[in-house]
């Protein structure tokens, strides 16, 4: 079967996939374009895609019978693909859940540490050789351990980054979920105004049409002048030019970003203030993440194959 790799991949993962299939390499680090996409469908009987990779209801709708019968998409987020459009061209979409999830929990940390101590600011200052030595009052930033966070989405990141918060900086967790969770260690469960009004708020829900602005400007009205924003889920949860009138407006302390609305492009505004800490969305990269996501989407695309039921099926 004909696979086509839409990224360059680590090697093992490359080695693995080529071992099975005929392998097609696009070694490049843009999305696929519009015509590459519809190509996809056509000339392939697998495609590996990842973030970016727009298949949705109009490249369907463009190649209605397409060859192609998998998309095993290389990420745990799948707001790129239209599964249900995909289903009805009898087009199988597969995930690679779990392998993410301590990473990009770290990354929230991250984050969190970044923004409240100016870290990334204070680098910035010295690396520019404008720090003129140790002072009480230098830079002064917020403390973080015996706060309060706010967890959006308390799916396996959203947990992971609560156990991190909990244990690890005695933090007072409270969360809003769609669905009832009771976890095994101290976090509240409450109203979306309520874990906003939090002193860190940390986004970790999935991406989708049901997440789309979540965080907007109204949201936004329930955190505290002293709070901070964490985003770690998709760019499009958070509504960037409301993001932007609330830091301008001293409404909020602060924000950390690894994801961005249209991404790879940022807001000017977003990177001229100094109270902003921006990733250029590095969640998963650790080499031993991205091979065991690449491992899993081949032993997605290898079941598929096989008429097996691939273990991470989004679209039964």
């Known amino acids: 079967m004909r696979l086509l790799l839409t990224r360059r991949l680590p090697d093992r993962v490359v080695e693995a996939a080529a071992d099975r299939f005929e392998v097609v390499l696009r070694d490049r680090v843009e999305p696929l374009t519009p015509g590459e996409l519809r190509a996809a469908l056509r000339d392939f009987d697998l495609v590996l895609p990842t973030l970016g990779d727009r298949f949705l209801a109009d490249v369907f709708a463009d190649v209605p019978a397409p060859r192609a019968r998998m998309l095993a998409n290389f990420g ?24 993410v999830t301590d990473a990009t929990a770290d990354i929230a940390l991250a984050l969190i540490l970044m923004t409240a101590r100016r870290l990334g600011e204070g680098e910035r200052v010295l690396r520019a050789g404008k720090w003129g030595g140790w002072g009480p009052v230098q830079m002064l930033g917020t403390h973080v351990t015996g706060k309060t966070v706010g967890i959006l989405g308390f ?90 009138d609330a830091l301008r407006g001293g409404r909020i302390a602060g924000a950390g970003l690894d994801v961005y609305e249209f991404e790879p492009k940022v807001p000017e505004a977003l990177a001229e203030m100094e109270n902003v800490t921006l990733l250029p969305h590095l969640g998963t990269a650790c080499l031993e993440v991205r091979e065991a996501m690449g491992m899993l989407a081949v032993a997605n695309l290898i079941a598929f194959a096989e008429r097996r039921t691939p273990p991470n099926l989004l679209n039964p």
Do not use: W
Request: aromatic letters at 6%.
């Open 76 to 99: 745990v987020g799948y707001n790129h693909i239209d599964v249900a459009a995909a289903k009805a061209a009898g087009v199988v979409v597969t995930n690679t859940p779990g392998a």
């Open 155 to 244: 799916g396996r990141i959203g947990q992971a980054i609560a156990r991190r918060c909990h244990f690890g900086f005695g933090m007072q967790v409270l969360f809003h979920n769609r669905s009832a969770v009771t976890p095994d260690f101290p976090a509240r469960q409450v109203d979306m105004a309520t874990a906003m009004a939090a002193d860190f708020v940390v986004v970790a829900v999935p991406g989708g049409p049901a997440t789309h602005h979540l965080i907007d400007a109204k949201a936004l009205e329930n955190m505290t002048k002293s709070g901070i924003l964490v985003n770690i889920s998709r760019g499009d949860v958070v509504d960037e030019a409301a993001l932007i």
